[in-house]
Every structure is written in structure tokens, then in C-alpha cells.
């Protein structure tokens, strides 16, 4: 399926599309062919992570690599199996850097769209709370203190749905691409962004 994606045209507006997961693990197994080899399971959480985007799929095979490197350019010794809990330490990096992307999708939206994300990403996760329907988004922004006027949630979670920013499921709201909520949880907590004023 083709689409025009907001998250991630950060250059130019121009079609592009999410990979199957079978693309997904190629991005990441070819490169790295004779030097890592990936569990299955590690190939699964990076395409549920990214969604099968391949800017991310690449930075995260570059992490990777760069932490396996480290270990043997400081004279450790380890073997060339990437498990998932290696997949989730490059995971959790990645988050935390800059990303392009993400930043140029923060940059775009207003304050009332950082609040709704915000609450979101601080209220789910990729285990225990993977989506939110609207009234309970709505309870988790008033318990951050980012409340919004009424039914100003319901056209902001539609509209990102709308942009595949958001995945909408029944009735629920989750992120699409995990590591945004991530990025979202770990630069803009609930407390940062009650800074900025509403417009």
C-alpha cells in the first residue's frame, strides 16, 4: 500500500512505502550478512518497532553494529548473535537520539497535538498498554495536566489517524511506529510540554 507519509517526507513531499516484514529483515540481515546474525525474534521486534520504515530499519542496523564494534575495539570479546534483548538496547538508543523525522513531525504540529501525543505515549507502551480509546486518552490527559478543550481530542486523534501517525483499531488509538512513541516518551514528558501555551 502506497501513501503519502507525513512522519517521514521530511525533505520533499513523495510517496513511500511501509515494507512487509519479510522486507523488513532483509533491510537488516544484508548489510550485515558476514558479520551479525539475527534470532528471528530480534527481526520481529524491529519490523513492530518500525513498522517496516527503512530510515529506521537501517539506523537501528547501524546501532547495532556500532555496539558490536565498540565491544571489540575496546578488546572485549562477544559472538556475532543479535538477540533481542540486543535488538531493544539499539531500540532504546535510537529513541533517544535525534532523528530527522520525528523532529520535523514534532516541529509541524501544534501544542495541542504535542499534548494528545504526549499523554499517549506516556500512557502506552509496546507490552502491558499497546492503545487507548478516546475517553481514556481524555482521563490520561487530565491526569498529566494536559487537558484539551472539548472535543478538541476527537479531531486531533482522527486527523493523526488520518496521516497514519496514529493507528486506529475499533474505537482505540495506538502509535503506528512504535519508536516515535518512544522518542515522544523519552523528549517530551507530560511535564515539558505543559510548558508550551496553547494557541
Known amino acids: 500500500l502506497e501513501y503519502s507519509s507525513i512522519l517521514f ?3 520533499q513531499f513523495r510517496t513511500v512505502s511501509y515494507m512487509s516484514a519479510a522486507e523488513s529483515a532483509e533491510v537488516l540481515t544484508k548489510p550485515a550478512r558476514n558479520i551479525l546474525e539475527f534470532d528471528p525474534a530480534a527481526l ?4 513492530r518497532l518500525t513498522r517496516g520504515q527503512p530510515l529506521l530499519l537501517q539506523s537501528l542496523g547501524a546501532t547495532l553494529i556500532n555496539h558490536f564494534d565498540a565491544i571489540v575495539l575496546n578488546g572485549g570479546e562477544r559472538s556475532n548473535y543479535v538477540s533481542p534483548q540486543d535488538l531493544d538496547k539499539a531500540a532504546a538508543e535510537l529513541a533517544q537520539q535525534d532523528n530527522a ?3 520535523q513531525h514534532w516541529a509541524d504540529s501544534n501544542p495541542a497535538t504535542h499534548r494528545l501525543l504526549a499523554a499517549l505515549a506516556w500512557a502506552t507502551d509496546e507490552t502491558n498498554r499497546l492503545q487507548l480509546d478516546l475517553s481514556g486518552i481524555e482521563a490520561r490527559m487530565a ?4 487537558t484539551l478543550p472539548p472535543k478538541d ?9 488520518d496521516e497514519e501517525i496514529l493507528l486506529r483499531e475499533g474505537t482505540t488509538y495506538r502509535f503506528a511506529v512504535p519508536l516515535y512513541r518512544r522518542w515522544v516518551e523519552w523528549r517530551w514528558p507530560p511535564e515539558r510540554v505543559r510548558e508550551e501555551p496553547l494557541d
Open 143 to 146: 491526569e498529566t495536566r494536559l
Open 9 to 11: 517526507n521530511t525533505a
Open 101 to 103: 523525522a520525528f523532529e
Open 44 to 47: 520481529d521486534d524491529a519490523y
Open 153 to 161: 481530542a476527537f479531531k486531533i486523534v482522527e486527523r493523526l489517524a
